[in-house]
């Protein structure tokens, strides 16, 4: 029903910057909210930044005041824009959204390694 491709991933200095992109298709009309996630070697996946269903966005204490989420009108790009980015945010990102059906889909996901 969604489709979500991520992109924008890599490799970066620690104090950097990289730009996530999420690409959705298919039903974007069902679209409820929209979020990112990530998952280090390890680690449980966890929230990252997201949009409620009133249009708010959540982020993780992590990343508060270092990353902001964004989407276009459409909802058919999610983005991530990840400034002063430290080693603890390694990780694996995901795109995901909840539609009105209350299906929830993800991407496939995109590295981010950050290391000297």
């Known amino acids: 029903q969604v489709q979500l491709v991520e992109s924008g991933g890599g490799l970066v200095q620690p104090g950097g910057s990289l730009r996530l992109s999420c690409a959705a298709s298919g039903s974007i009309s069902s679209i409820v909210t929209m979020g990112w996630y990530r998952q280090a070697p390890g680690k449980e996946r966890e929230l990252v930044a997201g949009?409620?269903?009133?249009?708010?966005?959540n982020y993780a204490d992590s990343v508060k005041g270092r990353f902001t989420i964004s989407r276009d009108n459409a909802r058919t790009r999610l983005y991530l824009q990840m400034n002063s980015l430290k080693p603890e945010d390694t990780a694996v990102y995901y795109c995901?959204?909840?539609?009105?059906?209350?299906?929830?889909?993800w991407g496939q996901g995109t590295l981010v390694t950050v290391s000297s």
């Open positions: 995901s959204v909840w539609t009105y059906s209350n299906y929830r889909y």
């Open positions: 949009f409620t269903s009133n249009g708010r966005t």
